[in-house]
């Protein structure tokens, strides 16, 4: 048991994981052809544009559910809406923000457009913390909207008109996930500006816009869409009691900033907060970078369900970063 | 007098020529009449539903008779007797509907609460003109709810047939990638296969029929089927312009055979078997929509963004510089 821990703890999780990602690629954008419908609420972008994804990215149906008339809200409407919620809640309970690094098909071709970009020697933007605390927030909006819009679409409040049905689904409708998700199936139909209505031509060329600014954002800045998605939040709000989970020794921790340094999302608490034990913050992503570059032993532990599954090491550190042949400047034991 | 003579002559020879008044079909249609349509409410793919007093929802569709979608009259009555219907519902068993008359004519309602299409039929038979005309009208109702999710689509959408009670029947086949929520539009392949006695039927006449009027007969190939591409027959005004306008098509289908015997007390000498679908569309996106400025715009976008941010990257880039400090200063 020793020695399989040992050699978990020692092994390069980011290689497993970016063989993880194209797996969950797979499956979630052609799981249709296998049949495969893991679930309709799930908290990725698995979009249901894509006729032939493996199951459903929950927000749509989120707004679908809240797309009705208040009085609606008391009836087997509202019961369908609690029970859709109590399935994503199951589900990010389980994997918590696992599912954004490690399943979600968005999440995976910005890491693609990352790698591209590594390649090709261009350097990545760092948001200063200022800017960082502002572009945090748009998430909330969002989410916000996502919300108040179905239900605007179908109650008039205050005396003011309905909302235009044409913007139903709103956050669907500009999730650079409809556009691009679908074309991996070579399915091109979600490419178009609706010029029927002025707020059609609005919403949909918003949603063009969006997928333009993912494509370009994902280039130069790690994981860009991630810290204004909606579903971060959501899956933030069960990450506290999620069974898998992301602590800190802060006793352990010596503050080298080296989980900072590698983090995607930048989020700084990893490095500076050594009095919270949970570290799964609203931006994380859990791809556990930050475990990996740890050098402490057991500063930086994942567990599931309070067993320990991945853990920093010294030995792993420097057999994850060091090149081979190198030895440290002393004879200290590295575990 | 003899121009008269000879204008009265073609006259008779193209009235000799041209068809005999088609028979006047039944078929299902899902637009209620005006008087009675404030109780109904519209489900998906336009399927109008009412709820009974008992406040269960039902599905509703009225019988009309004639050979167009807009100019055919609500089934009278008064004249004809009470049809015999079929309503199949889709795990594949008959289910109990009630075939009501009001005004005006005829209307079935059913519940559907299983998820998939149910299929209805209404059969009439009547002799005339010593052919005994078998009318078959069938619809396809969908019912479906998002919250009881979307597993087994494909099983669920199957097209099908009720082979021992119906011996002329068109089916529709699914367009590839259909699904509940998907609607036919015009510009899409429609394929209907037509059943004899459940075996497809070859070179049957069937006919497409839109919502206008437009119309286009094909014979049935050797698999007796036939492929119609649902014609874009709604160009109206730009700011009228509904891209959900539900439009009826009307498929009919016929098929003669020799054969006689007796019906209620009157002999025959054929059979005269025909078929009706009643189906819908909308609008293709194509009319109020455009790809090609969509991949224009997120070309834009990205070479924008791109050149913004190489620029505002160029703007911060400092320059070396360096600073000597003479120790004796």
Known sequence: MKKIRTFINNSNLSRFRFYFQIAAFILFIYGGYFSITISEKLPVFACPFNKISGGTCYLLPLQHQLHI??????????????????????????????????????????????????????????????????????????????????I?????????????????????????????????SGNTSQIYIDFSTKTAMFITASGIIVAGIFITGAFVKKRFFCLFCPMAVLLFIFSKVAFFRLNKDGAKCTRCGNCYRVCDVGIREIADDITNKNMVKEDCIMCFKCVEACPERRCLTVSFLSIPLFTSTETGFFKRYIPEGYSPPDNRSME | ???????????????????????????????????????????????????????????????????????????????????????????????????????????????????????LYLIEKFVKKEILNIITAKAEVISHKCSKGHGGMKKKMAPKILKHAICFEILRKRIPG???????????????????????LKDSKITFKTQKGWSKSLGTDINGEAVFQIIGDYYPDWKTLNQKKIHTFLITAEHTIKKTGIYKGIAYKQIHYTGTLKGCYIPSKTLYSSSMYGFFLLIFIIITTAVFIYFHRTRRKKLFQEYTFNEKD
């Open chain 2, 1 to 119: 007098m003899r121009s008269k003579a000879i204008f009265s002559a073609v006259i008779f020879f193209i009235l000799f020529l041209s068809e005999a008044p088609a028979l006047e079909n039944i078929w299902f249609s899902a637009t209620p009449p005006d008087k009675i349509s404030k109780k109904i409410h519209y489900g998906m793919r336009g399927q109008a539903c009412i709820k009974d007093e008992d406040g269960r929802e039902k599905k509703i569709l009225w019988i009309r008779s004639g050979n167009f979608p807009v100019e055919s009259p609500y089934a009278d009555h008064s004249s004809r007797k009470k049809p015999v219907f079929f309503i199949l519902s889709p795990d594949k068993k008959l289910i109990k509907g009630e075939l009501s008359h009001g005004l005006p004519g005829y209307f079935l309602t059913f519940e559907g609460n299983l998820e998939g299409f149910y299929n």
């Open chain 1, 152 to 184: 605007g679409v179908k109650n008039s409040f205050v005396g003011l008109p309905e909302l235009p049905h044409d913007i139903f689904p709103p956050f669907c409708k500009i999730c650079p996930g409809r556009i691009l998700l679908p074309l991996f």
């Open chain 2, 178 to 200: 259909e699904d509940f929520h998907t609607f036919l539009s015009s510009g899409d392949k429609a394929t209907f296969k037509v059943f004899f006695n459940g075996t497809p």
């Open chain 1, 69 to 150: 008339t208040l009085s609606r809200f008391a009836s087997s409407r509202g019961l369908h809406l609690l029970k859709g919620f109590l399935i994503f809640a199951g589900l990010s309970l389980i994997f918590s923000k696992g599912w954004c690094g490690y399943i979600c098909p968005l999440g995976t071709i910005q890491d693609w457009i990352t790698k591209t970009r590594r390649y090709l020697h261009i350097r990545f933007s760092i948001y200063d913390k200022t800017v960082f605390d502002h572009l945090k927030k748009i998430k909330y909006i969002l989410l916000f909207l996502l919300i108040l819009i179905p």
